[in-house]
């Protein structure tokens, strides 16, 4: 039979308030980051947002993913910004083969 003391419930808890730090994630990237790279890649001149919709997908420590949706209709994309020291430095596109953004790079 357990006994369930001070001492006990005080290390079950300590050990379960450990387990959900573990899942937070090293770093979360902002608000602000993510509207740093959507800026970016509009910027870029590949993407308007005349013609397109970018929403946030995922993101890691170092990178932010957007799904670029065509507001025609035509096929979704992604675009990947690389992040360092919290700043956008990079950003790519991966353009499904076959459209017709595909055809002009």
Request: proline share 3%; net charge positive; with cysteine.
């Amino acid at each position: 039979m357990t006994v369930l003391n001070r001492k006990t419930l005080t290390t079950a808890a300590f050990g379960i308030a450990l387990l959900g730090i573990a899942a937070v994630p090293a770093m979360a990237v902002t608000q602000d980051q993510v509207t740093q790279c959507k800026t970016y890649i509009i910027e870029s001149g590949d993407v308007s947002l005349e013609t397109h919709k970018l929403d946030f997908q995922t993101a890691t420590s170092r990178k932010i993913t957007l799904k670029i949706t065509p507001l025609d209709g035509g096929e979704s994309f992604t675009a990947s910004c690389k992040l360092k020291r919290g700043k956008v430095v990079t950003a790519s596109l991966t353009v499904p083969t076959g459209t017709m953004m595909a055809a002009n790079k």
